[in-house]
């Protein structure tokens, strides 16, 4: 992986993101120790409103996260390039208020890729995002870190995502 642009699939479309639209409940689970061999996972409950921007080509979603540690928010912001026919996807977390590195990507069917670089605890790594659109009212989305440029990931958060009424 050159940079982190480079993603093994791109949808092309600006809609890829519209079944997210709207109200969800959300159950988390992160694993409590990231790249350290931990299998120890913690879940919690939270909430999600997803809004489109710029007539589509963006969308913002807003969070509510129970976590143990804390109650906080968060938000996604995701940028369709309509050029390079690619998303980007930021997190910021009100905690910190920093924007984290953009993964990039696209979907191929209903599953989308997204690959960034970042760090973690001081040390270079790569940040994959896998979607899954799992049908009316039903997202799935998965977090997984690499500390040797993509030989091996750790999964370490999970959402599982069900359409509020």
């Given at each position: 992986?050159?940079?982190q642009t480079d993603s093994p699939q791109s949808?092309?479309?600006?809609?890829?993101?519209?079944?997210l639209f709207g109200p969800?409940?959300?159950?988390?689970?992160?694993?409590?120790?990231?790249?350290?061999?931990s299998t120890d996972w913690i879940a919690f409950d939270g909430r999600c409103e997803v809004r489109p921007l710029l007539g589509g080509a963006a969308n913002l979603?807003?969070?509510?996260?129970?976590?143990?540690?804390?109650?906080?928010?968060?938000?996604?912001?995701?940028?369709?390039?309509?050029?390079?026919?690619?998303?980007?996807?930021r997190w910021v977390?009100?905690?910190?208020?920093?924007?984290?590195?953009?993964?990039?990507?696209?979907?191929d069917g209903d599953e989308g890729v997204f690959l960034g670089r970042d760090e973690w605890a001081g040390r270079p790594i790569l940040v994959r995002f896998?979607?899954?659109r799992l049908g009316p009212g039903r997202a799935h989305w998965e977090q997984a870190f690499s500390d040797d440029e993509g030989q091996a990931w750790e999964a370490n958060w999970t959402m599982d995502f069900t359409r509020a009424a």
């Open positions: 992986m050159s940079d949808s092309g479309r600006a809609d890829d993101f519209d079944f969800w409940w959300v159950a988390h689970r992160k694993l409590r120790h990231r790249l350290a061999g979603d807003e969070n509510w996260l129970d976590d143990p540690s804390g109650a906080y928010r968060a938000l996604t912001i995701r940028l369709f390039d309509r050029h390079a026919a690619r998303w980007s996807i977390d009100a905690r910190v208020m920093h924007m984290e590195p953009p993964v990039v990507g696209g979907f896998i979607w899954r």
